[in-house]
């Protein structure tokens, strides 16, 4: 069974960092591009980045680029997004998700206010 | 960005009719190599997004057969042939063609 556990999310001020963690279980997660999508509170769907299966290849939504660093270890079976200068409009439900969205997981809560 | 616009942005089903879900993209979502990466997405009350249907019209592992997709040009539909109680919550089309990978603003689904 696949699984996607996300954590790392919490209460943070503004221009404060937080690093998420997604782990993986139940697919060969090497071979699987990994993306983080989030979700303001009450709104849609934002695609914040994506990973390739070794790395080569990396995106960034502009409204993180430069403050956000998305990073996988293999070995690990782990997703990471690094969120530095963190925003208030960056408080949202952040989600993993794996090979283009065909699992997510439960989704970790980020809340930046002051 | 490649913009996806969703309507309705709401309606009502009696379980047992069918529903529509309508998604338009801004420009063509034909990728250079040929495929359309247009996706869509259930989300339930407090639930995760699902994916239900991939590259326009590929059902899901587990997705009932009532779910279907379909396109035409830069139109894209999701049909529910009998809404069931169970499929209330909110569709997302999503493209993933063009980086960033843009959503629609979603349209729920409401069981009368």
């Known amino acids: 069974e696949v699984q996607l556990v996300e954590s790392g999310g919490g209460f943070v001020q503004p221009g404060g960092s937080l690093r998420l963690s997604c782990a993986a279980s139940g697919f060969t997660f090497s071979s699987d591009s990994m993306s983080w999508v989030r979700q303001a509170p009450g709104k849609g769907l934002e695609w914040v980045s994506d990973i390739g299966g070794s790395s080569s290849v990396i995106y960034y939504a502009d409204s993180v680029k430069g403050r956000f660093t998305i990073s996988r270890d293999n070995a690990k079976k782990s997703l990471y997004l690094q969120m530095n200068n963190l925003r208030e409009d960056d408080t949202a439900v952040y989600y993993c998700a794996s090979g283009g969205g065909q699992q997510w997981g439960q989704g970790t809560l980020v809340t930046v206010s002051s | 960005d490649v913009v996806m616009t969703q309507s309705p942005l709401s309606q009502p089903v009696t379980p047992g009719q069918p529903a529509s879900f309508s998604c338009r993209s801004s420009q063509s979502l034909v990728h250079s190599h040929g495929d359309t990466y247009l996706n869509w997405f259930q989300q339930r009350p407090g639930q995760s997004p699902r994916r239900l249907i991939y590259?326009?019209?590929n059902r899901d592992s587990g997705v009932p057969e009532r779910f279907s997709g379909s396109a035409s040009g830069t139109n894209f539909t999701l049909k529910i042939s009998a809404v069931e109680a169970e499929d209330a919550g909110v569709y997302y089309c999503m493209q993933g063609t063009h980086w960033p990978y843009t959503f629609g603003q979603g349209t729920k689904l409401e069981i009368k």
């Open positions: 590259k326009v019209s």
